[in-house]
C-alpha cells in the first residue's frame, strides 16, 4: 500500500512544529480564551516571559501564520487566527 502525501500535509507539518513548545500553546491558549487582542507586553507579563523569550516565540506563532499581528504605531497587538486550525487541526483550540 502507498501512502500519498497530501497538499496539506505540509502545512500541518509546520502547524505541529510550531506548537511542540509549551510557551507557543500557553499563548495560543492566552489568546483564544481571552477572545481579545493583547500587546506584545500583556502577553509577556500574563505568561511570565522575558521580552526576547515572547518575541522568539510570537516570531514562530507568526511565520506559520496562527497568530495575527497588526501594528498601531510603536505597539504590536496580537490575535490568535483561527482560521489555520479550523482547517488543519479542527478541534484543537475547543480543548485548551
Given at each position: 500500500m ?14 505541529f512544529k510550531?506548537l ?12 483564544y ?9 500583556d502577553?509577556e507579563?500574563?505568561?511570565n516571559m ?12 507568526q511565520e506559520?501564520?496562527l497568530?495575527?499581528v497588526?501594528r498601531?504605531?510603536?505597539f504590536?497587538l ?5 482560521q ?5 487541526l479542527?478541534?484543537f483550540?475547543?480543548?485548551?
Amino acid at each position: 500500500m502507498t501512502i500519498e502525501l497530501l497538499p496539506a500535509d505540509q502545512e500541518r507539518a509546520k502547524i505541529f512544529k510550531a506548537l511542540s513548545e509549551v510557551k507557543r500553546i500557553e499563548t495560543i491558549r492566552y489568546l483564544y480564551q481571552s477572545k481579545t487582542v493583547h500587546s506584545c507586553g500583556d502577553i509577556e507579563t500574563s505568561l511570565n516571559m522575558s521580552k526576547s523569550n515572547r518575541s522568539y516565540h510570537l516570531k514562530i506563532l507568526q511565520e506559520v501564520n496562527l497568530i495575527n499581528v497588526e501594528r498601531q504605531g510603536q505597539f504590536k497587538l496580537i490575535s490568535v487566527n483561527e482560521q489555520p486550525f479550523r482547517e488543519y487541526l479542527p478541534g484543537f483550540l475547543d480543548s485548551l
